[in-house]
């Protein structure tokens, strides 16, 4: 498929608006935490299976009041926006049918 000339410049700014929107900390202390997390699980499997199969206990047995708070919350919000004054809102064009 042949580019137009305008393809370049568009690939060329896009991926210079991307690479300006990442913050390079952010990213780099991001990345290496999920590095060496993927690096301590693929040498150590059992031991890695282990202590997230625990932290996952933990959470869950100390959390578990929250989720389901959330759940519940989330669904009166969407039975809010169902019933509720924004029943009536069109998310389109004024003349489209739902």
Known sequence: ???TPDE????????RRIRD?????????????????????ASFP???GVLF?????RITD????FF????????GFCAWLALGPYARVRLGPDDSTP
């Open 8 to 15: 370049p410049a568009l690939h060329s700014t896009t991926r």
């Open 46 to 48: 059992e031991t890695a």
């Open 68 to 75: 389901i708070l959330a759940i519940i919350l989330f669904l």
């Open 53 to 57: 199969g625990d932290l996952r206990s």
């Open 21 to 41: 929107s990442i913050h390079p900390r952010v990213f780099g202390w991001s990345a290496a935490v999920i590095v060496l997390f993927v690096v301590f699980a």
């Open 1 to 3: 498929m042949p580019q």
């Open 62 to 65: 100390a959390f578990g009041w």
